[in-house]
Nanobody, 114 residues
Framework: VQLVESGGGLVQPGGSLRLACVGS????????MRWYRQAPGQGRDLVAT????????MYVNSVKGRFTISRDNSKNTMYLQMDNLKLEDTAVYYC????????WGQGTQVTVSS
């Protein structure tokens, strides 16, 4: 199993980024997937989840209305569209797949700064 995130970077407040997570080595199209983030000095927190068919999504309150989780099972890829970014969104963003054990990607850094 491998998860590879990309799309992070430096953006000003109010800006946008789109993160991607490519999964391999498992049946991606049958997997519920999750985005997490870890701010400096903090724990790793759930951001959003998406069911295997993309039909049901969930967001934590702090990102509702600003972030959109989606997936393209034909590309084994999950996305996180992040709009109206705030300073407090600065973190390393990870994707997670749970099977008999937890699998995490290496993370992608998102820095929101003026």
């Amino acid at each position: 199993v491998q998860l590879v995130e990309s799309g992070g970077g430096l953006v000003q407040p109010g800006g946008s980024l789109r993160l991607a997570c490519v999964g391999s080595g498992f049946n991606f199209s049958a997997a519920k997937m999750r985005w997490y983030r870890q701010a400096p000095g903090q724990g790793r927190d759930l951001v959003a989840t998406i069911t295997s068919d993309g039909g049901t999504t969930m967001y934590v309150n702090s990102v509702k209305g600003r972030f959109t989780i989606s997936r393209d099972n034909s590309k084994n890829t999950m996305y996180l569209q992040m709009d109206n970014l705030k300073l407090e969104d600065t973190a390393v963003y990870y994707c997670r797949y749970v099977a008999s054990r937890d699998y995490w990607g290496q993370g992608t850094q998102v820095t929101v700064s003026s």
